[in-house]
Antibody
């Protein structure tokens, strides 16, 4: 059974960097068939896919156009986890953030969600 | 970027009734890449249907998906009390994923 456990601060100041981590159990971040994603949800933007990292003989990352200039998603093979960094946050980045495993084009396992508020 | 539109925004039905939810794409979507989720308050979305019509593991057969091209449908044949929730469609194309705005199925 795959489990994803999220960690990270729930409050970030404007202009600073939002950092979250998703620890994986029951699968490997280096899997050749899964992809590891971050998705957020807010009342104003709904569900918004942010990006993914995955391994297919080498590491790849894809990012949503809306955040491409500010986002990094990195795997950490030593800890079997992956992380999200979102730079230069504004109150518009306030949302519940989820990590999720995609198998093909569907997210079959999700983290518990982390409410991140951007406020001074 | 492909935009997904879901209708209706809210569907008010009684237990035992049939629910028909629509997802329309701004461009053609491969059926292999159309997914449906269910979300209840305070929970992460739950995978229902992948590949437009394949039920995920453990999903009851009252849930079915159909469609192709730009028009897809999620049908719940007989609503159970636990089915009242928000339903989202999602597509994959050009290395990007997008979600629809959701349809809320509430109790009439």
């Amino acid at each position: 059974q795959v489990q994803l456990q999220q960690s990270g601060p729930g409050l970030v100041k404007p202009s600073q960097t939002l950092s979250l981590t998703c620890a994986i159990s029951g699968d490997s971040v280096s899997s050749n068939s899964a992809a590891w994603n971050w998705i957020r949800q807010s009342p104003s933007r709904g569900l918004e896919w942010l990006g993914r990292t995955y391994y297919r003989s080498k590491w790849y990352s894809d990012y949503a156009v809306s955040v491409k200039s500010r986002i990094t998603i990195n795997p950490d093979t030593s800890k079997n986890q992956f992380s999200l960094q979102l730079n230069s946050v504004t109150p518009e980045d306030t949302a519940v953030y989820y990590c999720a495993r995609f198998y093909g084009a569907a997210a079959d396992y999700w983290g518990q969600g982390t409410l991140v508020t951007v406020s001074s | 970027e492909i935009v997904l539109t879901q209708s209706p925004g809210t569907l008010s039905l009684s237990p035992g009734e049939r629910a028909t939810l629509s997802c329309r794409a701004s461009q053609s979507v491969s059926s292999s890449y159309l997914t449906w989720y269910q979300q209840k308050p305070g929970q992460a979305p739950r995978l229902l249907i992948h590949g437009a019509s394949s039920r995920a593991t453990g999903i009851p057969d009252r849930f079915s998906g159909s469609g192709s091209g730009t028009d897809f449908t999620l049908t719940i044949s007989r609503l159970e009390p636990e089915d009242f929730a928000v339903y989202y469609c999602q597509q994959y194309g050009s290395s990007l994923f997008t979600f629809g705005p959701g349809t809320k199925v509430d109790i009439k």
